[in-house]
């Protein structure tokens, strides 16, 4: 047997129907819809504020690379310029050694020129005391007699105004 609906059962069904239609709609569907129009707006902001996240964070990026470049190139300049300063120190402290040696060597040449003329002024002043002695101990055994003393320097005194 094939169930035909009644017309009764087709009007009740209809009216209940559109009656809880009307009270959804009046009810449910108002809160629901408001319930999803938040939802997409929440996720439209999310969504911005996700891209707005993502280009700050590529702009922290650029910036973070551009001031670890500049930090590099800070970093070389400064050892340039320690190098250079090396280089310069090294040089003046040779320049200063090597006219601290040339003012020792001086010194020293000087000290030992000047020893060097006390030295042979000590020995020509010992030279010239032995040939004294020596010649006066010459002269007296050769001239023990007054006359043959006489003689002698008269000798000399010819001899120094001939000259």
């Not at 009764?8 to 009307?22: E, K, M, N, Q, S």
């Not at 020792?104 to 032995?130: G, H, S, V, Y």
């Amino acid at each position: 047997m094939i169930i035909t609906p009644s017309f009764g059962l087709f009007f009740w069904t209809a009216v209940i129907f559109l009656l809880f239609f009307v009270l959804l709609r009046r009810f449910a569907w108002k809160p629901i819809l408001n319930a999803l129009g938040e939802r997409e707006e929440t996720i439209a902001n999310s969504l911005k504020q996700a891209d707005q996240a993502r280009a700050d964070m590529e702009r922290l990026q650029a910036d973070n690379q551009a001031l670890l470049k500049e930090a590099r190139a800070e970093r070389d300049n400064m050892l340039k310029e320690a190098g250079q300063m090396k280089d310069q120190i090294i040089g003046e402290a040779r320049k200063e050694a090597q006219a601290a040696a040339a003012a020792e060597r001086e010194k020293a040449r000087a000290q030992i020129e000047a020893e060097k003329n006390n030295a042979l002024l000590e020995i020509k002043d010992t030279a010239a005391t032995l040939a004294v002695s020596i010649a006066e101990k010459l002269l007296r055994k050769q001239f023990d007699n007054q006359a043959a003393q006489e003689e002698y320097a008269k000798s000399l005194i010819s001899e120094l105004n001939n000259n």
